[in-house]
């Protein structure tokens, strides 16, 4: 066997050293993002419930599991943690969805802080066009059921 010339030789060592230096860029890149919610999670002191369907999309139940009432979303996760959800439709009989309709509109775009340790979760800082009505009864702490 012909030993390495040097050009070979230092081809050789920087595929190593790249090789070697990859599974930790990709470390990095996978700490850098947030990790997305999961699992369904009751308000503390309500009847709120957030289910958290997969990586997309997020069921609002009003009343918990008492009604047929749910607000369906769409969101995303940003870098800082933020949650941006889109209302995306609406479950409930005719006459509640008008007034679904009224409060919490398709096409209703929002954003709020979502911070989960364990069992526990706080949601706050909820901003958005018309997210006043829906601020106060969001915001708060949360139990993974």
């Not at 990709?26 to 369907?53: I, R």
């Not at 439709?89 to 919490?104: S, T, Y």
């Not at 709020?112 to 829906?134: I, M, P, Q, R, S």
Request: aromatic share 4%.
């Amino acid at each position: 066997m012909r030993p390495l010339t040097l050009p070979a030789r230092r081809a050789f060592l920087a595929c190593a050293v790249a090789a070697l230096l990859a599974p930790n860029v990709v470390a990095d890149d996978a700490k850098d993002k947030p990790k997305s919610p999961a699992g369904t999670w009751k308000k503390t002191d309500g009847e709120l419930v957030l289910e958290f369907v997969d990586k997309e999309t997020l069921k609002i139940q009003p009343h918990g599991g008492k009604a047929d009432i749910a607000i369906e979303c769409s969101y995303a996760i940003g870098k800082d943690g933020v949650l941006k959800v889109k209302i995306t439709g609406h479950e409930a009989k005719d006459e509640i969805k008008k007034k679904l309709k009224e409060v919490a509109p398709v096409g209703t775009e929002l954003s709020f802080k979502w911070a989960a340790d364990g069992d526990k979760a706080t949601l706050d800082d909820v901003e958005g066009k018309n997210a006043d009505g829906l601020k106060s009864h969001l915001e708060g702490k949360f139990e993974k059921k």
